[in-house]
């Protein structure tokens, strides 16, 4: 076995492939006997004492209150009390950890590991724990006389998560020394991971699943029936020539995430594109090697030459979140991926080896922090049955046993390691990722917070009979935001920065002290002939997210003859006034490369254009009546969200 733990704070770590995959609940617990299982399970942990937020969810509904609010109580809980906890020394190799804390993986698991430090950061740990997030991204980097490189043994899947992570970090927090030596990193690491892995016969890239370190997460081949050689996948022969999707989505977002840190750093155009053109070449070879268009979602894996046809929960969440997936595939994943009662699966279905009533570890079972991703997937996409379904499983299943365990059944609820090596596994109790996936859910989801480089662009989803809700106490950069959401739906009715109304759905970075952001949604008003006229559209805010690094995508609206001037997709940068009298469209990308928000069914489209300010003879019968000033006004105020929009991506430089 490869050795690459180090001591931890309470107890010697062990090595690293018996962490989700070797070994039994009950082995780790021997190894960490007396003090080391107390502090395992939680009892020593110390509360953190950095910079740390605590914002205040208040869901004016009371029932609601009781579950999704309850369940991110305990989430804060998890990830700011039980494990927050001290570090040793080890962990300093770069000199860069300060404050003495970091973030340790769970109840069952001392140290940070690379997943999770990036995952737990990336989800929550950035903006509630910023130096607690710092140290813990830091202590998975290694540095040699080659510089900075994120820590390297044979486990494929840590080596580029990192990446998107950090970039994630510098967006929240605007420090930028940490985004210098996270780019040295990032440079360091990806090169070698290109060198290494990168297939250039088929264009993508080798090793396991990003997710799935147990043999039980595979099938025969490259794993064997009887699991001969033990659970860690990476001791079956060939296992590292797979290419598999959540993987090579990872590498993707990391070499988008790499053009981004040049492009803040105000890099040579040449050494940006770079990174860009790998990215784009990546992404086209994901789509043409890996989307089934029989099937209308992304096979697993191709080994051997052939593509196993099963859905990966990561892999397909990755695909919508990074904008890998258009639209169109986006909105065929969401209508046809298979979710078990309790939520999307890691690996569905079962091989033939496991079955429902011994599911394999990661195989057909419910890992939370799988359906963080797919329930932020589902918001970006504006899909509020699938985000709202998986939002309401997750805080049932953290609400039945007051806490977020590592697995759970995926038929019954029940916390459930799953089967693997033909024995029953036990479910880490307290598990941190499981908690900032329900964090995410609910900043990223219901709130749409989007990070980027000018500030936060606001996308929101309430769903329908959560009630309003708010969020007071988020300390962003030199701010602290309370925010509400009032209505339901997608649609940004309304947009208000401490009382004033604003044409941007979005704050910027250079604010400081306390701010209130007043949202208020509800569907798209109706257009009809001869109807009064409406307030004009909202312009696509610009700009990155922390799992986003593309260009800025497109959207349609158009004004119609007598009616209120359409309403532009989040994410859109041009907007047609001319078009059908009373059409609305929504459709395009979201900014900087996330996927659109599929329009409502029935609604009526037309193509993306931008077209200037003319209106057609429909909209403007012989002179200038009131509801063509009316619709006139509402595009003047869509052109100037346009053009902040565009200044944005300008400032970019991408």
């Known amino acids: 076995m490869h050795l690459k733990s180090k001591s931890g704070s309470c107890f010697h770590t062990s090595f690293k492939s018996s962490r989700r995959s070797g070994r039994s609940w009950g082995g780790r617990l021997t190894r960490g006997l007396g003090f080391g299982a107390l502090c395992a399970a939680g009892f020593f942990a110390e509360p953190a004492h950095a910079d740390v937020s605590r914002p205040a969810l208040t869901f004016k509904d009371p029932s609601t209150q009781g579950t999704l609010g309850a369940a991110y109580a305990l989430a804060l809980t998890n990830l700011l009390d039980v494990n927050t906890v001290p570090y040793d020394a080890s962990y300093n190799a770069t000199g860069f950890l300060k404050n ?42 290694k540095k040699g006389g080659s510089g900075l490189m994120v820590n390297q043994d044979n486990q494929l899947w840590d080596q580029v998560i990192w990446v998107t992570g950090a970039w994630n970090h510098y967006l929240v927090t605007g420090d930028q020394t940490f985004l210098q030596n996270a780019y040295e990193t990032a440079t360091n690491t ?61 590498y993707y977002q990391g070499f988008r995430s790499a053009a981004l840190m040049a492009s803040a750093l105000t890099k040579p155009a040449a050494e940006i594109a770079a990174w860009n053109d790998d990215a784009d070449a990546l992404k086209a070879k994901i789509n043409e090697k890996l989307w089934i268009p029989a099937k209308g979602m992304y096979g697993y894996l191709i080994y051997n030459g052939q593509l196993d046809q ?76 699938v985000y709202a379904k998986e939002v309401k499983t997750l805080a049932g299943l953290a609400n039945a046993n007051k806490a977020f365990s590592e697995i759970y059944h995926a038929q019954t609820g029940k916390v459930d390691g799953g089967w693997q090596t033909k024995s029953h596994w036990n479910s880490a109790p307290n598990q941190t990722w499981s908690a900032t996936a329900y964090i995410r859910m609910i900043y990223n989801g219901l709130f749409g917070i989007n990070y980027d480089t000018a500030g936060i662009a606001f996308t929101p989803l309430l769903p329908t009979g959560w009630g309003d809700v708010t969020l007071k106490g988020v300390k962003y950069r030199g701010m602290t935001l309370d925010l509400s959401l009032t209505g339901a739906g997608k649609v940004i009715q309304s947009f208000k920065l401490d009382g004033v109304v604003s044409a941007q759905s979005s704050i910027p970075t250079t604010l400081t002290g306390s701010h209130s952001v007043e949202i208020v949604l509800g569907a798209a008003a109706p257009v009809t002939s001869g109807g009064s006229g409406g307030s004009g559209g909202a312009g696509g805010v610009g700009g990155t997210t922390p799992t986003s690094g593309g260009v800025a995508g497109s959207e349609t609206a158009t004004a119609g003859a007598g009616g209120s001037s359409a309403l532009a997709g989040a994410g859109g940068t041009s907007e047609t006034p001319s078009g059908n009298a009373g059409s609305v469209s929504t459709g395009g990308s979201l900014a900087a490369g996330l996927p659109a928000i599929p329009p409502p069914p029935g609604t009526p489209s037309s193509p993306a254009s931008d077209s200037g300010c003319s209106f057609s003879p429909a909209s403007s019968p012989g002179g200038m009546s009131d509801r063509t000033l009316l619709a006139l006004m509402a595009v003047l105020s869509t052109v100037t969200v346009r053009k902040n929009a565009r200044a944005r991506e300008r400032r970019r430089a991408l």
């Open 310 to 385: 099963s859905e990966e929960g990561t892999g397909e969440s990755f695909a919508i979140l990074f904008g890998i997936a258009d639209t169109t595939q986006a909105a065929s994943i969401f209508a046809k991926a298979h979710i078990q009662p309790y939520g999307i699966v890691d690996v569905y279905p079962s091989f033939p080896r496991y079955s429902d009533a011994e599911p394999g570890r990661h195989n057909n079972i419910v890992w939370p922090m799988i359906q963080g991703y797919w329930a932020h997937a589902a918001a970006q996409s504006g899909n509020e049955q």
């Open 100 to 141: 003495g804390m970091f973030i340790r993986a769970g109840g069952g698991y001392s140290q940070p590991w690379t997943r999770d430090a990036t995952i737990n950061s990336w989800n929550a740990a950035s903006l509630l724990e910023p130096e607690i997030a710092y140290n813990t991204l830091w202590a998975v980097i």
């Open 190 to 250: 990806l090169n070698l991971r290109k060198k290494a892995a990168f297939n250039a016969s088929v264009g993508l890239y080798q090793g396991q699943a990003f997710f799935n370190d147990g043999v039980a997460g595979y099938p025969v081949p490259p794993a064997d029936t009887g699991e001969t050689h033990g659970s860690g996948i990476i001791a079956y022969p060939g296992s590292d020539q797979m290419m598999v999707l959540s993987t090579n989505t990872l």
